[in-house]
């Protein structure tokens, strides 16, 4: 049935491209342009970062101009009235990018006042560069009409999103508007980019603007959507003659507060705690290209709270990360997947044994769920050679849950994590063709007897000269050293193939993925599960060229079988599952998009929902199929919606619903308020329940989950602003009937198990954070936090009952003010001067 599917599909999908391509007549494909050059020329003279270019040396500075529109209209050169013209120049100290954006009026700016590298409803430009000239690595400057920056970092990684934009940069800029457009000035110091050694040199360049109202975007040097990457098309900058980066030293010590409030209501323990906290973030220039980092006594007690919620899966909920030293500059660190940074400092590996220590008399006192970070470094950056090389280490303390005897008062500790270093190696080699080999190796070492783990894979990416044809891969092995009986290793093995067209209208990816049963990246990767044969298939194509009613449409195809690497004893399956997917994705000249989506998937046996080896779960066949629309989010009012359905064929009547609308108003360009209502009923679902007398039990269950998110923020300035987050996110599991799994993985009812175990779980939050950048680099930050959980086996179905109980619950409390000073060594060499 399967095949059957995926080759109608296929050929549906071939007969449409066959179709487009004989009924119409698209542009000739014509040979491609020679880059831009565009010649490097130095300042002489001094030049005042205020937004308006009127010092002499713009006069000398090399001028780029005729812009070449790229969305939604490929190749078009830009209005007259709209055009723009910039001018580029350096000097020993760093790199002046400034111009002049022409509008028809002001009204046609876009702009509004999001924060730091917040895009927003912005009219931007920015430059970017590749100063190796691998057409894999960049470094991005951005800024909006109101005088915002952002700034990222360009690199391949493994979801195909190539810009990092939590990598930050201190850097100057200014903007001045006018009846006419705005004017800009940018000056980015050698301290805020990575280059090599030569005495003269040659730097991949492209600039590029966006029109928000009209939704267009241009660059200096032209990009066509259909070649695979957006630097391998980039222009040059030439002649950079005799420029040394200066010494590169900051520090950004920190000084914290916290107040921290729950109503803990004990004798001895105090409801109301304060902690003092100081610190320092060291960034250092090994050389010219390299930089150490590293954080001294870290903390990060103001990051937002993670989005909790009720997991019935096997698998554990990946979270996003939000602390900054694991998330600035880290493309290096994600290449192959192996590194999840939730990792360090995350649950103790104990953490659930601890309950289990515990005699008659004696109680839990405490459980930390959290091990404390000592500190972290890293070194990264890139060889004149194309040699990236980045090392990652943290160390974190031993981890104790505290037991106290109910009648003596004693204490005792129980060691839930070891004193633990987890190291990253990461080498990663840029080739021609924008093509690429890595070696990584991850490490976790713990003290004492626990067991260490190491993980060591290579990564390959090809493409050919003409950059239409890629093919990659990685292979890995893990070992788990003192894991088995008697202090004996584990030694696992993975690898991924992949093969591809990524140029033209047309492009297709086949791939295969394998796993033995004793692989696993689980102690510092974010892992799942092993033992699997996964083949895989993608197709797409584009149409990117305005027609009357739309600007692009983009169709694709996919699909994947999986089975087991080994069979398991005892049991005869080794099927696991097969899916294929049909997506289409539309924008229309009124800049919405709107897409749909249809899903077939086969008969499965799931091996990880009985959380017992040698079980598995057969499921029947479903449907699915969704759509989504999304508004002109230039627009003072606009939402994105989705609904999505799936159908299982003849069992137990299962269906799923999920429904999501996000409404955004912008009131002006500082106050906007956002709200996304997510409905997510599932009726007749069976899953694992619970395991009675070595029995798995099943549910039939009705399995309802709403998630309410609000945003509001407000900005006084660039530089000072005011957000407001709250959410709740309430699931319930009403169970109806019981079963017991067989072997043969379907379920027998079971009329005998009266055991609860409903479940109604809230989880409610809030987030206000007052921030003030009061200097470049330097920020202080006000944050109340707000925390509520909830769980209990009695439903409420009652939406707004839920949300009353979960208020009237005992709530944690923290406010914090926390500041961040940004302190340049070749600044403060200049005020020592002056003094």
């Known amino acids: 049935m399967l095949k059957l599917t995926i080759s109608s599909i296929c050929l549906f999908v071939c007969t449409c491209v066959y179709a487009q391509t004989s009924k119409t007549n698209p542009?000739?494909?014509?040979?491609?342009?020679?880059p831009r050059l565009l010649e490097a020329k130095r300042a002489t003279k001094p030049v005042k970062i205020d937004g308006l270019l009127d010092e002499e040396a713009w006069k000398d500075a090399s001028l780029a101009t005729d812009y070449i529109e790229f969305r939604p209209a490929v190749g078009v050169k830009e209005a007259e009235e709209s055009k723009t013209v910039s001018y580029l120049m350096y000097t020993d100290e760093g790199i002046y990018f400034g111009g002049f954006c022409y509008e028809r009026t002001k009204d046609s700016i876009a702009r509004e006042l999001k924060g730091r590298d917040g895009f927003g409803m912005n009219d931007y430009i920015g430059i970017?560069?590749?100063?190796?000239?691998?057409?894999?690595?960049?470094?991005?400057?951005?800024?909006?009409?109101?005088?915002?920056?952002?700034?990222?970092?360009?690199?391949?990684?493994?979801?195909?999103?190539?810009?990092?934009?939590?990598?930050?940069?201190?850097?100057?800029?200014?903007?001045?508007?006018?009846?006419?457009?705005w004017s800009f000035e940018m000056f980015i110091p050698y301290g805020a980019i990575r280059f090599g050694k030569k005495e003269v040199q040659e730097w991949g360049v492209n600039m590029t603007r966006r029109r928000q109202k009209t939704g267009q975007q241009f660059t200096w040097n032209p990009i066509d959507p259909n070649v695979n990457g957006f630097l391998t098309q980039e222009g040059y900058w030439t002649g950079i003659t005799n420029i040394k980066p200066p010494v590169r030293l900051q520090f950004s010590p920190y000084f914290s507060v916290y107040g921290n409030h729950f109503p803990i209501n004990q004798t001895g323990t105090k409801n109301l705690t304060g902690q003092v906290n100081g610190g320092l973030d060291v960034k250092y220039g090994l050389n010219q290209a390299f930089t150490l980092d590293a954080?001294?006594?870290?903390?990060?007690?103001?990051?937002?709270?993670?989005?909790?919620?009720?997991?019935?899966?096997?698998?554990?909920?990946?979270?996003?990360?939000?602390?900054?030293?694991?998330?600035?500059?880290?493309?290096?660190?994600?290449?192959g997947g192996l590194f999840y940074s939730r990792r360090i400092g995350g649950t103790p590996i104990h953490y659930g044994q601890a309950a289990n220590q515990l005699s008659s008399s004696e109680k839990l006192l405490k459980n930390p769920s959290e091990s404390k970070l000592i500190n972290a470094s890293k070194i990264s950056g890139r060889t004149q050679s194309g040699l990236g090389i980045g090392i990652l280490n943290a160390v974190t303390k031993t981890q104790y849950a505290t037991i106290e005897d109910i009648n003596t008062k004693d204490q005792r500790k129980f060691v839930t994590d070891p004193l633990t270093n987890y190291n990253i190696i990461v080498l990663n080699q840029s080739m021609k063709n924008n093509s690429s080999v890595s070696l990584i190796n991850t490490n976790v070492t713990r003290s004492g007897a626990d067991y260490d783990a190491n993980v060591t894979a290579g990564l390959f990416d090809l493409n050919d000269k003409k950059n239409t044809w890629n093919v990659g891969g990685k292979f890995a092995v893990s070992q788990l050293m003192g894991y088995l009986p008697g202090g004996k290793n584990e030694n696992g093995y993975s690898h991924q193939l992949y093969f591809g067209k990524t140029s033209g209208r047309f492009n297709f990816n086949v791939w295969q993925e394998l796993t033995d049963t004793k692989y696993t990246h689980r102690d510092l990767g974010y892992f799942t599960n092993n033992n699997f044969l996964d083949h895989g298939l993608w197709m797409g194509y584009k149409w990117i060229e305005p027609k009357n009613w739309y600007n692009r449409i983009f169709l694709n195809v996919n699909g994947r079988v999986s089975k087991l690497f080994t069979p398991i004893a005892a049991v005869k399956e080794t099927y696991q599952t097969g899916n294929v997917n049909f997506n289409a994705e539309i924008q229309t000249k009124k800049l919405w998009w709107v897409g749909m989506f249809m899903g077939y998937t086969t008969k499965q046996n799931d091996f990880y929902e009985p959380r017992k080896t040698g079980l598995f779960f057969t499921r029947n066949q479903s449907f699915a199929l969704g759509g989504w629309v999304n508004s002109n989010q230039a627009k003072k009012y606009s939402f994105w919606s989705e609904i999505f359905a799936r159908r299982h064929f003849d069992f137990y009547d299962m269906f799923g619903v999920d429904a999501t609308v996000n409404q955004t108003y912008r009131f002006n360009s500082k106050f906007s308020v956002t709200h996304k209502l997510g409905y997510y009923p599932r009726f007749n679902n069976m899953g694992f329940t619970t395991i009675a007398n070595n029995d798995v039990i099943f549910a039939k269950r009705k399995v309802n989950t709403v998630e309410n998110v609000l945003n509001v923020k407000y900005s006084f300035t660039n530089m000072m602003w005011i957000t407001y987050r709250m959410r709740h996110y309430v699931s319930t599991v009403d169970n109806k009937a019981y079963y017991t799994l067989q072997q043969?993985?379907?379920?027998?009812?079971?009329?005998?198990?009266?055991?609860?175990?409903?479940q109604n779980a809230n989880f409610f939050n809030i987030d206000m954070v007052y921030t003030w950048q009061f200097a470049p680099g330097s920020f202080l930050n006000v944050v109340w936090k707000n925390s509520i959980f909830t769980f209990n086996r009695t439903i409420e179905r009652d939406y707004f009952k839920n949300f009353g109980n979960t208020l009237d619950a005992d709530q944690n409390n923290n406010i914090s003010l926390k500041v961040i000073y940004f302190l340049d060594y070749l600044d403060m060499k200049k005020w020592g001067k002056k003094k």
Do not use: C
């Open 27 to 34: 542009p000739k494909i014509t040979e491609k342009a020679a």
């Open 295 to 335: 954080t001294l006594i870290p903390d990060f007690g103001q990051v937002q709270s993670d989005n909790q919620v009720l997991n019935l899966s096997p698998f554990e909920v990946q979270f996003n990360e939000y602390r900054n030293f694991f998330t600035e500059g880290t493309e290096l660190f994600s290449k």
């Open 128 to 181: 970017i560069f590749d100063t190796y000239k691998d057409n894999l690595n960049g470094f991005e400057y951005f800024v909006t009409p109101l005088n915002e920056q952002w700034d990222a970092k360009m690199a391949p990684n493994n979801d195909g999103n190539s810009e990092d934009f939590s990598w930050n940069a201190v850097w100057k800029s200014a903007v001045v508007m006018h009846d006419n457009g």
């Open 744 to 758: 043969t993985g379907k379920l027998q009812p079971n009329n005998t198990f009266n055991g609860n175990v409903n």
